[in-house]
């Protein structure tokens, strides 16, 4: 399973980057926003950054301004993965779109149904969104298991991204579900590094290992 920063902001690519386990970006409207930067140069500097595919999103409403926008978001970068809404004018541009080896990200998707709609328009990927899901009081894990199982058995080459992750459970539940990549937020991706006993120990052996240095230097031993 690949593992993906959702983000736009580029402070937070480099932090993860440096790991060596970024396998691409995922973005949205509102993550784009909170950049408060010239959009074409903001969305142009993330794809630079990302050594892997970088959702951009489309904002407009209609199949063929869908369409159209997503021709140049698709030009930003040759890394550029173009997203459209899970909607009949999202997936009819979405479809055009891939029809011209163009990479789309179906995103909001919630149900396996829409899923099905996304692998057959030919989408590079199909994004549901499991905390949203969780937020509404539904099982978010359940429809990623039942997404994974349904292209499974279709033989479906549409990669399914895992988004709206909020805690480690989640990266480790979509990977036994079986995702193919998991997107996540900066604060998830270092969590995903910690545990205490790491830190207990890494602090023993290190408390033991300058004591033997320092009984070097006296002659000690
Ligand atoms: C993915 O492409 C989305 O940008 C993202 O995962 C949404 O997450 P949220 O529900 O935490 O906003």
Redo the contacts with the bound molecule.
């Keep these: 399973m690949k593992l993906f920063l959702?983000t736009a902001n580029l402070e937070e690519i480099r932090e993860i980057k440096k790991w060596g386990v970024l396998g691409g970006l995922?973005?949205?409207p509102?993550?784009i926003a909170r950049e408060h930067s010239d959009i074409e140069t903001h969305m142009k500097a993330l794809c630079a950054e990302v050594d892997g595919p970088v959702?951009l999103e489309t904002t407009e409403e209609t199949a063929d301004a869908i369409y159209e926008q997503g021709l140049q978001l698709a030009q930003v970068a040759s890394n550029a993965v173009v997203?459209v809404a899970m909607t009949p004018d999202g997936i009819s541009a979405g479809k055009r779109l891939a029809d011209q080896g163009i990479p789309v990200n179906v995103?909001l998707t919630f149900s396996p149904a829409q899923a099905i709609l996304a692998a057959e328009i030919g989408a590079t990927y199909v994004?549901p969104?499991l905390?949203?899901l969780d937020d509404v009081g539904a099982d978010g894990m359940y429809v990623l298991r039942e997404i994974c199982e349904i292209y499974e058995m279709q033989g479906y080459d549409t990669l399914v991204?895992a988004?709206?992750?909020?805690h480690p459970m989640h990266v480790i539940e979509a990977a036994k579900a079986g995702a193919d990549v998991a997107?996540m937020?900066y604060s998830v991706f270092t969590q995903l590094v910690k545990h205490p006993l790491t830190d207990v120990g890494l602090e023993k052996f290190l408390s033991d290992w300058n004591k033997l240095q320092k009984e070097l230097k006296e002659g000690v031993h």
């Design positions: 959702d995922t973005s949205n509102t993550l959702s997203k995103t994004s969104f905390g949203r991204l988004a709206s992750l909020r997107t937020p």
